[in-house]
Each structure stands twice: as C-alpha cells, then as structure tokens.
C-alpha cells in the first residue's frame, strides 16, 4: 500500500476517534469535561487539517 494513501487512512480514523470522543466530553458536564474538549477537539481538527493539505492525488 502507498505510504501517503496509509496516512490518509490513519488520518481519517484519527479524526473520526477524536470526532466522536469530543462529542461525548460534549455533554459530559463535570469538571474534566472542558480539559477533554480542548484536547478532542483539537486532536480533530489537527487531523481534519492534516487531510486537506495531504490529499490523495488522483
């Protein structure tokens, strides 16, 4: 497999783990639920970037 398709991959699995765990510190309401946020959160958008500017060649 390409090396730059296996990042893609492992990039995308990281921003739909990330996604999901920054939902569910979303609701959580208590005081470890903010800190959680921040790092989901960020983690998430770290990948979403790291998808757009290493995308696929056709």
Same mark, same amino acid.
């Given at each position: 497999m390409d090396p730059m398709r =296996?990042?893609?991959v492992l990039a995308l699995i990281g921003?739909? =783990?990330s996604g999901r765990k920054f939902l569910d510190a979303w609701r959580d309401k208590s005081d %470890? +639920? %903010? @800190?959680r946020r921040f790092l989901f959160g +960020?983690?998430? $958008?770290?990948c979403f970037i790291a998808? &757009?500017?290493f995308e $696929? @060649? &056709?």
């Open positions: =296996l990042f893609f921003f739909v =783990l %470890r +639920g %903010r @800190p +960020g983690l998430c $958008l770290a998808m &757009g500017f $696929l @060649p &056709g």
